[in-house]
C-alpha cells in the first residue's frame, strides 16, 4: 500500500512565524501535491512538485512556498504565517508516468492554527 | 477551467440502506479521468472509486458504484447497504491531462443505526 506521512497531525504557531510542514511518501512516486482544505471550499491546490528541485504553481500559492530536496519528501513553507492562513494541509503523491493522470493517495492531513 | 459541482452538501442514510450522491462537471476536454475520494472524520482521505471518461461502462468497487453519464457531464456515486463506517465527507475530483485535481466542494454523509 502506499504511504503518505506529515510530520504533525496538529500544529499551532505565531502569526509572523516561519512554518514547515513535511510530507513523504514511501512508494517511488515522482509527483507530489499540497492541497489546503477549508470548509465549504472543498481542496484548493498550493503547489505540486514533478520531479526533484521541480515545482509548479497551483491555484494558490501566494504566502507559499516549497521544496523538494529529495524525491520522497516535499515541504511546504510558510514564509511568514498568518491568521489566514489557518486551515487544514493535506499532501499527495501520485505516480508519475507519460500519461501524467494517476490516482493520487493523501496523507493524514495538518490542522495548523496561526494565532 | 474546469469545475466540478457536488449540490448536496449534507446527507444522511439509514444502515444498509442505499444512497446516491450527486456530482456534475464542466469541461471542454474529452479525455479524462474522475474520482470519489472518501474522509472520514479521522482525516485520511481514501480514494473510493476512478472511472475513465473513455470507457463507457461505470466502475464498481464492492459497493460502491458510479453512474457516469458523459453528455449530461454527470458523475453520481451509489453506496450500496450503507455501513456506519461509510459516514464521512465523500469528494468528487476531475482531473484531465494536467496534473492537478479539481475537487468539488465535498457531501458530507452521516449513516444511522
Known amino acids: 500500500d502506499v504511504k503518505v506521512t506529515q510530520s504533525s497531525r496538529y500544529l499551532v504557531k505565531r502569526t509572523g512565524e516561519k512554518v514547515f510542514l513535511e510530507c513523504v511518501q514511501d512508494m517511488d512516486h515522482e509527483n507530489m501535491f499540497w492541497y489546503r482544505q477549508d470548509p465549504g471550499l472543498g481542496l484548493r491546490l498550493i503547489y505540486f512538485s514533478y520531479d526533484v528541485k521541480m515545482k509548479e504553481k497551483g491555484d494558490i500559492p501566494e504566502g507559499y512556498s516549497v521544496s523538494r530536496e529529495k524525491k520522497e519528501r516535499f515541504s511546504l513553507i510558510l514564509e511568514s504565517a498568518s491568521t489566514n492562513q489557518t486551515s487544514m494541509y493535506l499532501c499527495a503523491s501520485s505516480l508519475g508516468t507519460s500519461d501524467s493522470t494517476d490516482t493520487q493517495y493523501f496523507g493524514p492531513g495538518t490542522r495548523l492554527t496561526v494565532l | 477551467a474546469q469545475t466540478v459541482t457536488q449540490s448536496q452538501p449534507e446527507m444522511s442514510v439509514q444502515e444498509a440502506e442505499t444512497v446516491t450522491l450527486s456530482c456534475t462537471y464542466d469541461t471542454s476536454e474529452s479525455n479524462y479521468y474522475l474520482f470519489w475520494y472518501k474522509q472520514p472524520p479521522s482525516r485520511q482521505m481514501i480514494l473510493v472509486i476512478r472511472q475513465e471518461a473513455y470507457k463507457q461502462q461505470n466502475a464498481t468497487e464492492n459497493r460502491f458504484s458510479v453512474n457516469f453519464q458523459k453528455a449530461a457531464k454527470s458523475f453520481s456515486l451509489k453506496i450500496s447497504d450503507s455501513q456506519l463506517g461509510d459516514t464521512a465527507m465523500y469528494f468528487c475530483?476531475?482531473?484531465?491531462?494536467?496534473?492537478?485535481?479539481?475537487f468539488g466542494k465535498g457531501t458530507s454523509l452521516l449513516v444511522t443505526p
Open positions: 475530483a476531475f482531473l484531465n491531462s494536467g496534473y492537478a485535481l479539481n
